[in-house]
């Protein structure tokens, strides 16, 4: 490999372990806030007990997350120079209102609330979480208009005399109409990736029910995790929807790579749940096909037709040319037909898995009713883990869907690496972060289980602050 | 003053505010194996517990400085962004998985109560916290002396061509001059014995750091400094001897914000020896980064600037606050039992 693959190796592998762990972030920050505010509220000890447990839960994660992004951060300039050099004056405004906005009020905020027992009025101390979790909801709103550039470049012109892509409207920038539809569909399936984390937790607990009389309190949880899953779902799949038409409008060649559509189709496209092809990718040899969603999927209608790999690729090459720098391998403008149709399928497969979870245990507990039977471990361990892997399937559909570009339409991917980054260099970062990352896994998880093991500490009255004084112990500390 | 003249001034800034924050953390970091060793196994294991969280709260928020510091260098000088995080490549690799397990090990160290997880920990917190300020320190240093670079304002050299003894020193002084920060900061924060420990360490690890700092601001200001480095230099320089005079007093406050203030005033004389270039190449003058050609539009300069104006008082206000919050000294008694998952607490088994 040489050392331009192996760098998008690199950020491929770092990215998406990055977001297996972002979306946990978000969703279960606005879960935690929501029992500690409940806590404020009722003085109910459930709340109590569940805020602190969801939110050991919570930091154990947000660690990973974290330590993952500072990687992120420095990633553009470490292993894509040519990249950053070239829209640098678009694309690093929104990081460094990401870092200034978001990151500040994220890190400053968790550290108030982790150690703030004690230390802070309750009201006060409840609202530190939710501006945790509006930190983060900033920081996805300015790295997705980032993402946003690259997949539909607007509010920019490029300068001939600097060779580079020079930013003319920031808040182009910042209302891309990709940017408009992504933000809602990140957002909403981070909060399916939190519900059904706090969902699979608490009915794996109210199963055990040791003590006994924790079933009603795992039982608040677990419907409060479905809930937010349930309708965190419907916003996923209507943003979903509206992204499909402006991905048609802006990218009509990955709108055709999820479906591996060659040729144009007629009105009524059908889409194609399963397909068994040629091992190239280019020949069906079985499909079982759904009529017209395809259709109505790309264009809002069931009258118009989409248009195939073929005719789009025929005008790419006659708009931009056959830069040798573009050609990915079949030697067209055409991401890898195999990658972009699969992870589109896995994704939403992956979503409606979720979404059928979360409605199965709102099912079985209504009433005071314990989901009972062997196949719920299914549910258990599969709900909090397939939106997680969707996150993941829809990134690698989106950004493998926008190749050979790196910026659509204005440069290539080959054309974005370091140029003084020797293969041998990205070798080395590129194992040292597989094997930390895969140790720092290892940890986690063992560290995460254990602690839901443990389940919920029994409840016991905080102190304020006005009940401590200088020789009482301290109500946190690591 | 021009946009990218005002930017080049905030960078320094950003440097300025993660070195006096981060600085302390990093120097607290270091200190786990001296100040953190107690007369036994439980003592030892209580100080660590007690420097861990004299920074617990609040690590986190000064990291976030250097993400700033980044994003906002990519902002508003993309080729300085762009030439330097691949240049120096390898360096800022490790720096990046040193700060990885530095901010694991404060995250995961209390939430086993088993001796291995925390040595295993201890371990990272020390080599994470020791690594960055080092090799801060040799890099930054390296780019005020001048590093390769071509016409195409790429970095020529490799690994071994920052590791000259002017870098190293560099680093030492970053090494020696936040364990000095982070000794006051724990002997503001905390109470007992482990107070007076720090209180006498500084003073040694700081006359240590004014030593070095001398010697390498001389050799960077002799041949390369103005006016107004030699200021910052002298400033540094007072600062630091006044913190040392401060800790010997017993005025804690004050011998903090003089290496506050020497941090401070380092990082000025550093960017007075860069102006105004932004990188200096030792190829040929005519290949450095400079100021002009390294920057984004005005456009965006401008965007930038009102951003700064307008979210850096909030950061500082909210970051002042959790600081105020926890004012508190921490003294060994004031620890709570140890967290562990194994410890099932009773009654719900």
């Not at chain 1, 920050?29 to 003085?43: L, N």
């Not at chain 1, 890898?336 to 979404?355: A, D, E, H, K, Q």
């Not at chain 2, 002017?166 to 020696?176: D, E, K």
């Not at chain 2, 380092?266 to 990188?279: I, R």
């Amino acid at each position: 490999m040489d050392a331009l693959d192996l760098a998008r190796w690199q950020f491929a592998i770092t990215t998406v372990y990055h977001f297996l762990f972002v979306p946990i972030t978000i969703g279960m920050s606005a879960i935690v806030a929501y029992f500690h505010i409940q806590w404020v509220r009722t003085h109910n000890p459930d709340y109590l007990r569940l805020t602190k447990f969801f939110g050991k839960l919570f930091t154990i994660n947000f660690a990973l997350g974290l330590v993952t992004g500072i990687v992120q951060e420095f990633q553009f300039g470490m292993n894509w120079s040519d990249y950053s050099r070239f829209v640098g004056d678009i694309f690093g405004a929104p990081l460094a209102f990401e870092a200034l906005l978001a990151f500040f009020l994220e890190s400053t905020f968790l550290g108030l609330w982790i150690f703030g027992w004690g230390k802070l009025p309750e009201k006060l101390h409840a609202l530190t979480m939710l501006a945790v979790h509006i930190g983060t909801v900033l920081s996805a709103y300015f790295i997705l208009a980032a993402n946003s550039f690259m997949q539909n470049p607007v509010g920019y012109k490029y300068n001939p005399t600097t060779g580079r892509a020079e930013m003319t409207d920031f808040l182009a920038v910042l209302t891309n109409k990709v940017q408009l539809v992504t933000f809602p569909h990140v957002i909403t399936s981070a909060y399916m990736v939190g519900g059904a984390m706090v969902m699979g937790v608490s009915v794996w607990l109210m199963r055990r029910s040791r003590p006994a009389a924790d079933n009603s309190l795992y039982r608040r949880s677990a419907r409060v995790g479905a809930i937010v899953t349930l309708i965190a779902s419907l916003g996923v799949i209507f943003s979903g929807d509206l992204q499909g038409k402006i991905m048609t409008e802006v990218q009509p060649m990955k709108m055709a790579a999820a479906e591996a559509l060659y040729e144009t189709s007629d009105t009524c496209a059908p889409f194609s749940v399963f397909t068994i092809g040629t091992p190239d990718g280019t020949k069906e040899k079985f499909s079982i096909k759904v009529p017209c969603v395809l259709g109505f999927m790309a264009t809002g209608s069931l009258d118009k037709p989409v248009e195939g790999i073929n005719p789009l690729r025929e005008q790419l090459i006659a708009k931009y040319g056959s830069d040798s720098s573009a050609l990915v391998k079949d030697a067209t403008y055409t991401p890898y037909i195999p990658v972009t149709y699969w992870s589109f399928r896995f994704m939403m497969g992956l979503g409606f898995v979720t979404m059928a979870a979360a409605a199965a245990v709102l099912w079985s507990t209504r009433k005071g009713g314990t989901p009972r039977g062997k196949w719920w471990s299914l549910v258990i361990f599969g709900a909090p883990l397939a939106p997680v892997f969707a996150n993941s399937f829809g990134w690698i559909f989106t950004e493998m869907g926008r190749q050979p570009w790196l910026v659509n339409g204005l440069m290539t991917t080959a054309t974005g690496v370091s140029p003084s980054v020797s293969s041998a260099e990205v070798w080395i970062s590129m194992i040292v972060y597989t094997l930390l990352y895969a140790a720092l896994a290892v940890v986690e998880i063992k560290l995460y289980t254990d602690y839901i093991k443990k389940g919920a500490d029994p409840f016991e009255q905080p102190k304020s602050p006005d009940q401590m004084t200088d020789d009482t112990e301290l109500q946190f500390a690591y | 003053m021009d946009l990218a003249v005002i930017w080049f001034l905030l960078i320094a800034v950003l440097w300025t505010g993660y070195f006096v924050l981060e600085g302390f953390d990093f120097g607290v970091g270091m200190l786990f194996p001296i100040l953190g060793k107690g007369r036994d196994a439980d003592d030892t294991e209580k100080r660590r517990r007690v420097l861990l969280n004299t920074i617990g709260p609040v690590w986190d928020g000064n990291e976030v400085w250097v993400l700033t510091a980044g994003g906002a260098t990519f902002a508003a000088f993309p080729h300085w962004y762009a030439t330097l995080f691949s240049g120096f490549y390898l360096p800022l690799l490790l720096i990046l998985v040193a700060l990885i397990v530095r901010n694991m090990g404060f995250d995961y160290r209390g939430k086993r109560d088993n001796a291995a997880w925390k040595a295993n920990w201890d371990k990272a917190i020390i080599i994470g916290s020791f690594l960055p300020a080092l090799l801060w320190g040799v890099a930054l240093t390296n780019i005020v002396r001048g590093v390769p670079i071509d016409q195409n304002m790429e970095y020529t050299g490799n690994l071994v061509t920052l590791l000259n003894p002017i870098g190293l020193l560099g680093g030492l002084v970053f090494v020696a001059l936040f364990l000095t920060h982070g000794a006051y900061f724990v002997a503001l924060k905390t109470d007992g014995p482990i107070r007076a420990d720090a209180r006498a360490l500084a003073t040694k690890t700081g006359l240590v750091a004014a030593g070095l700092a001398v010697i390498l601001l001389l050799v960077l200001g002799i041949s390369k400094g103005s006016v107004w480095s030699w200021l910052t230099t002298a400033i540094a320089a007072v600062a630091l001897l006044f913190s040392i005079w401060a800790n010997t007093k017993s005025n804690e406050g004050q011998a903090f914000a003089g290496t506050a203030v020497t941090i401070g005033a380092a990082v000025a004389t550093y960017f007075f020896l860069l102006y105004p270039n932004v990188m200096p190449s030792s190829t040929d003058d005519a290949f450095s980064l400079t100021i002009h050609n390294a920057s984004s539009t005005d456009y965006t300069l401008k965007i930038m600037t009102i951003a700064a104006l307008v979210f850096t008082p909030i950061v500082l206000a909210y970051q002042a606050w959790t600081y105020w919050v926890f004012r508190k000294r921490i003294r060994v008694e004031h620890l709570p039992a140890a967290q562990d998952p194994g410890h099932v607490p009773v009654g719900t088994r």
